[in-house]
């Protein structure tokens, strides 16, 4: 009876069997009956087959297999849930190209949901790992109705996981990770589906990623120190795949997808993260973290990531010093990237915003502390570094625009002067990364002459600040260090090369302006490093610009830094003796320098009358705070005498005029820079000023007739204006008519100095009535001129070419 129940049972099953859908029973048949067999590969390859030549049945086989899989998870039957997972990312592989796959994904999407929703990590790892093949596949169909909002938070759970066991933590994490990577690949590629950029998205997957992230620098510092002492091979660190090395090659991906509409959308949850987790102090982790961004982001969307990072300074402006001030590093570690691709106005606004923050600082606090002295340091760092990755012409144009933001020298405040040492020190750092070929571009008229109104500040700080960046701009031979003393003796290491055109024709238009701002400098203060800072500005501007052609404007610079400390009653008696000092360092400097060996010779004849006289009037200088003596300055023949000068260059064979005739500088004098001197008003503007006492020092002989002038005679020209007699006069030594062009000069002044003003007159009487008469005949002859015929005109008066004038009349 028993026996007939059973065989009953099993016909009746084998014909309910036989009477199911082919794609049903081939799904049954891939499940073995031992779930540790595994999947009947046999079986699998026939329901691939259907599946493929049934492109229809797909959407029913997925739904199928969901059903057998939810129903295995509710019995714990997870072996054959592992199966139905498999099954299906078999058919998902084979049959991708087939149109009707939307429909075969949905189901399996919702299998991997309903796997994910389970508590048993091994089903989510499962899941994950399928749901990354399934983004690594092309649709060739487009889905206007799928969704990711479930995968998203789940996955980003997931990198959060804090399970006991350590090896299992990390391979849910990294499961968690991947499935974002998964997600990310699905939805940036496809603009039909989900727009995985919005807020809601990304406040989720870019804290998922940095939390990871966070443990792996940490982790890095360790590593490193076991590399170091060898309790780690490089081999077994390379071949371990981490949490945080994923999770960081994830986040290089989304920012290398982000287009410049969504880079803000990855930044803002990053900085919020930070904020939170107090990562900016220290700032290991948010430097990391940027220079992964910097590099991975498409070059021309790197200025975003600068603007954001300094508008986020903005809102943390009532942050505490030290939470800026790592901000503000940060900002200097990346801001070198984004230069590269920063051209005009956006590289002015960086630097605007940076000089902003920099006036902000210095406005909101009444004293510097050392935290927000570090913050101001870190931005002019920023600001140093960013410049520096700019060609030389931008370089200029951002410290013009630098100095354009200094407050006037009229602003005395307490502010006002730090906030002019804190500008003048970031442009010092932009000088410091110009490279200078030329002085005509590197001193721009716009740009020198504010520069040497504020070497003329009454702050010694401000002054050494400006000196510095005048040295970094002159030095082109690394001389700056050699020359930071003051010394008599020779610089060994001392570099220099000959002065170019363009720099003869700078130190004619320019030269006399800066030197005449260094001697108003070295008149301000005797404080040594003031002094020391004025002395190596000068010194490099010797180096640099001192030839034959330019050495009497220096020898008029060092007689006028002389004549400061001999006529000022301002100075004290230790600061006197040290622009003494300066003085004849600088001398021997130039005459080393030109290579004038009868300057030199002069110059050790001084020095060692002051070595025999008066020591404390060479070098080194004297510190004021450790010198209280009495000195005797009223010594005039230990002084450096123009007259000398004059006839060391005389016997060089070289021009002297300038030296002999002109004034050595004084203090306070106007200066222009901004102005270009032409011949033609140097000129006109000596004939029009004749009548001045002053000009008879420095009068040229060549600027009027010498027939005019009284008791000299006027040198007689050729007979006739030919070739001959052209070359003939030409030919003359160059020497003589120098010693005849002096001769006349010192006949002239003398005559005017010497002479009565009645005899002037009556030595220049005659040539007036001279000039009347011949006036008077003149008009004469025109008169009848005109009564006459143009024919006899012609033939019997001289044409007016022909008339001789009186010599008064000749120039």
């Known amino acids: ?68 899989a939810s129903k295995d ?40 949901q309903k796997l994910l929703e389970d508590s048993n990590p091994n089903l989510q790892i499962l899941a994950t790992n399928s749901f990354v093949k399934f983004a690594n596949i092309n649709e060739d169909t487009p889905s206007y109705h799928r969704r ?108 290398g997808r982000a287009s410049f509409g969504h880079i803000r959308s990855v930044l803002k949850p990053l900085l919020t993260h930070l904020d939170r987790h107090e990562l900016w102090v220290p700032n290991t982790f948010a430097i990391h973290t940027f220079r992964i961004v910097m590099i991975s982001i498409q070059p021309q969307y790197s200025y975003t990531v600068v603007e954001t990072l300094m508008q986020h300074l903005d809102n943390n402006f009532k942050s505490s010093p030290k939470t800026r001030t790592s901000l503000a590093v940060v900002l200097s ?28 600082s210095v406005s909101t606090t009444t004293e510097i502390t050392p935290e927000e002295s570090q913050y101001q340091e870190a931005l002019i760092n920023a600001l140093g570094e960013f410049a520096n990755h700019h060609p030389d012409y931008q370089k200029i144009e951002i410290m013009l625009f630098i100095m354009n933001t200094v407050p006037d020298l009229s602003k005395k405040s307490k502010g006002d002067q730090m906030l002019q040492n804190i500008l003048l020190k970031s442009l010092l750092k932009v000088g410091t990364q110009y490279s200078t070929t030329s002085f005509e571009k590197a001193f721009p008229a716009s740009f020198l002459q504010p520069l040497l109104k504020m070497a003329r500040a009454p702050h010694d700080p401000t002054r050494i600040i400006v000196m510095q960046i005048f040295q970094s701009l002159l030095d082109r031979h690394q001389n700056e260090k050699v ?66 052609e330019t050495v009497q404007e220096f020898l008029l610079f ?49 020095i060692e009358d002051r070595k025999q006289e008066a020591t404390y009037l060479l070098p080194p200088l004297l510190d004021s705070k450790k010198s209280n003596k009495s000195y005797n300055l009223n010594l005039p023949h230990l002084a450096i005498d123009k007259m000398a000068l004059a006839e060391c260059l005389q016997n060089a064979g070289m021009d002297f005029n300038r030296l002999q005739t002109g004034v050595p500088y004084a203090l306070n004098q106007i200066d222009n820079p901004g102005h270009r001197h032409s011949w033609v008003e140097s000129v006109s503007n000596h004939m029009t000023h004749r009548n001045s006492s002053a000009d008879l020092t420095a009068y040229n002989a060549d600027a009027d007739s010498i027939s005019s002038s009284p008791g000299v005679s006027k040198k007689a020209l050729a007979p006739e204006y030919t070739v001959d007699a052209m070359k003939r006069y030409l030919a ?9 062009q002096q001769e006349k000069q010192k006949q002239i002044v003398r005559a005017f100095r010497e002479s009565d003003f009645e005899d002037l007159m009556k030595r220049t009487e005659p040539k007036h009535d001279v000039i009347q008469n011949r006036l008077n005949d ?19 008066e001289k044409p007016i070419y022909e008339t001789n004038f009186p010599e008064l009349f000749y120039y």
């Open 148 to 255: 990711y909002d479930f995968f998203i938070s789940k996955f980003s759970s997931m990198c959060h996981g804090n399970n006991d066991n350590i090896e299992l933590r990390d391979s849910i994490r990294l499961a968690g990770i991947k499935g974002v990577q998964g997600v990310i690949r699905k939805t940036v590629s496809d603009d039909l589906v989900e727009n995985i950029w919005e807020k809601q998205h990304m406040e989720k997957i870019v804290p998922s990623l940095l939390f990871n992230m966070q443990f792996g620098v940490n982790v890095m510092f360790v590593k490193k120190n076991m590399l170091a002492s060898g309790d780690l091979t490089p081999v077994e660190d390379a071949t371990v795949v981490t949490p945080p090395v994923l999770a960081e090659e994830v986040l290089r991906e989304l920012v």
């Open 558 to 606: 060092i007689l006028g830094i002389q004549q400061v400390a001999t006529t000022s009653d301002d100075l004290s008696n230790i600061h006197k003796c040290c622009l003494h000092i300066i003085a004849i360092a600088l001398l021997t400097l130039t005459a080393r320098v030109t290579g004038i060996n009868n300057l030199l010779e002069y110059a050790q004849k001084i």
């Open 333 to 360: 570690k990346i801001i070198a990237i984004a230069a590269g691709e920063s051209v005009g106005p956006s590289a002015l606004d960086i630097i605007n915003n940076l000089l902003t923050h920099l006036r902000t």
């Open 483 to 548: 020359l930071s003393t003051v010394s008599i003796k020779p610089y060994a290491a001392l570099s220099q090369e000959t002065p170019s055109r363009s720099d003869i024709i700078f130190t004619h238009k320019y030269g006399a302006n800066i030197m005449q701002a260094l001697i108003d400098s070295m008149a301000l203060s005797e404080k040594l490093d003031s002094l020391t800072s004025s002395y190596n500005t000068a010194a490099l501007l010797i180096v640099e610009m001192a030839c034959g």
């Open 732 to 740: 003359e030594p160059p020497e003589s008519v120098k010693r005849e």
């Open 73 to 112: 998870i509710n019995r714990k039957r997870y072996k054959f849930v592992e199966i139905a997972m498999e099954a299906m990312d078999n058919l998902l592989q084979a049959c991708h190209a087939q149109t009707t796959l939307n429909l075969f994904v949905e189901s399996f999407l919702r299998m991997v």
């Open 1 to 68: 009876m028993f026996c007939n129940t059973l065989m009953a049972s099993v016909c009746c099953c084998g014909c309910c069997s036989a009477l199911r859908p082919r794609y049903k029973r081939l799904v049954d048949n891939i499940f073995p009956v031992n779930s540790e067999d595994g999947l009947v590969k046999s079986n699998m390859e026939k329901l691939t087959f259907y599946s493929l030549s049934s492109p229809d049945k797909l959407d029913r086989i997925g739904e199928y297999l969901y059903q057998k």
């Open 778 to 796: 003149l008009f004469n002859s025109l008169s009848i001129d005109n009564k006459t015929p143009q024919n006899a005109a012609n033939q019997n």
